[in-house]
């Protein structure tokens, strides 16, 4: 880690949300707990229940535009200003407290709990508030189209073109909060190793994919990612 780094991709999962209150979705008091998986993330469960789904959205969007950002969010807008390199954010986080820490280069690869899509024209638009399936798109007035912009299960990501050449030309590769279960996010690991990226995990535990990082730093990040941020700049 002494070295000056050009190009650095920072993935974030549930994991890095956890300071600041919200749940993850894997551990014991997860989202999915109180939900099974198929009956709410996925397109299929959309078309069969639209409301069932706009439901548990509108349910989790009070909390996460309450939620505030914690120390391991603020540490990376410290970095992405006191570090001279490229710094992006890829997020997995329908929250937005990269955006309220100050964070900058962010990469919603999941979709955004505050943007609403709709499925007829494709218009993305931004709202807090609860939606229905009665609402209609204020683009082409159609209802019933409308969908939160987050990615289901089954869809493809958003943003991968990007996201696939910051992965291939970076040099630090830095993973926080996430169990590296959900693909492909979970492979992006591989992909910035392959290109010749140092790779650095932050979790309170080992995960699944954690063969393919050269660095382990347990603890929770709220902790561990402001240490590891004033070591790169201290030596930079
Ligand atoms: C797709 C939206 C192409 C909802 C989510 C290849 C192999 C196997 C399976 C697949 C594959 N390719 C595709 C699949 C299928 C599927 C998949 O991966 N399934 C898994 C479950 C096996 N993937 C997809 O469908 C993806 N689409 O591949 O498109 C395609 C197209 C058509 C047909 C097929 C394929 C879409 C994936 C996106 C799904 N949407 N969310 C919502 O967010 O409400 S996924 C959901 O999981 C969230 O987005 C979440 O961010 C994500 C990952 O979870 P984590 O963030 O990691 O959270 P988790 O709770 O699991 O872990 C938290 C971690 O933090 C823990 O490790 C914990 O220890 C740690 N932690 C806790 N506190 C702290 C901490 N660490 C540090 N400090 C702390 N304080």
């Known amino acids: 880690m002494n070295k000056q780094y050009k190009n650095i991709v920072i993935l974030t999962g549930a994991g890095i949300s956890a300071e600041s209150g919200l749940a993850t979705f894997r551990s014991a008091d997860g989202l999915w ?10 397109i299929e469960a959309f078309w069969r229940n639209p409301d ?8 989790m969007r009070p909390e996460l535009f309450a939620a505030k950002p914690n120390a391991a969010h603020l540490a ?6 006191e570090y001279s390199a490229n710094i992006s954010v890829v997020t997995q986080n329908v929250d937005t407290l990269h955006e309220k820490a100050g ?11 505050n943007q609403i899509v709709c499925l007829n024209c494709g218009h993305v638009f931004e709202t807090w508030s609860d939606v229905s399936s009665e609402d209609k798109c204020e683009q082409c007035g159609i209802a019933g189209m ?40 979970a492979g992006f690991v591989q992909v ?3 290109g010749g ?14 063969y393919m990082f050269d660095r382990h730093i347990t603890g929770p990040a709220g902790t561990t990612l402001p240490q590891f941020v004033d070591e790169l700049i201290e030596k930079s």
């Open 52 to 59: 069932y789904v706009h439901q548990f959205y509108n349910e």
């Open 103 to 113: 964070n900058t280069n962010i990469y919603h690869i999941h979709g955004q709990i």
């Open 192 to 194: 910035a190793k392959f």
């Open 197 to 210: 990226a140092e790779t650095v995990e932050f979790n309170l535990e080992t995960t699944s994919n954690n």
């Open 146 to 185: 409308l969908k939160p912009n987050i990615v289901f299960f089954g869809e493809n990501l958003l943003y991968m073109d990007q996201v696939d050449r910051l992965l291939s030309s970076c040099d630090l590769f830095v993973s926080v909060g996430t169990s590296g279960v959900v693909y492909p996010a």
């Open 76 to 81: 990376i807008t410290k970095l992405q200003k």
């Open 33 to 42: 707990n109180n939900h099974k998986v198929e009956d709410v993330a996925t």
